[in-house]
């Protein structure tokens, strides 16, 4: 099939997480698998239903930077060893500039 992405996917040669809140509930801490200008994926406890708008804290593989950005939830699955892999795309892609710290690596 073809690949619909508009944005070249990075996977993080060093470990990259990020925070993940939803309206109303705890913060959950993902592991970044892979990111672009466009979206990310994260594994995770928990899933979200498509569509649903998360704010996400990016911590760059230094640690040091961060950004945080709404990404709106395309899919969610239960992985076999148990938690999520959850994907999305952000409510606005990220500018070169914002991007560019966590693509260093």
């Known amino acids: 099939p073809e690949d619909r992405r508009r944005h070249h ?3 993080p040669r060093l470990a990259m997480t990020c925070d993940v809140e939803a309206p109303g509930e705890a913060a959950e801490v993902g592991d970044v ?11 995770c406890a928990r899933g979200w239903k498509a569509g649903e ?10 640690g040091t930077f961060q950004l945080d950005v709404g990404l709106r939830v395309t899919r969610s699955a239960l992985m076999r060893g148990g938690g999520w892999l959850v994907a999305g795309a952000f409510v606005q892609p990220l500018s070169p500039r914002e991007a560019g710290p966590f693509l260093i690596g």
């Not at 698998?33 to 594994?43: I, R």
């Not at 708008?53 to 230094?62: H, Q």
């Open 9 to 11: 996917r990075i996977i």
């Open 33 to 43: 698998q892979d990111f672009s200008a466009g979206g990310l994926a994260f594994l």
């Open 53 to 62: 708008v998360l704010r996400i804290r990016l911590l760059s593989p230094a």
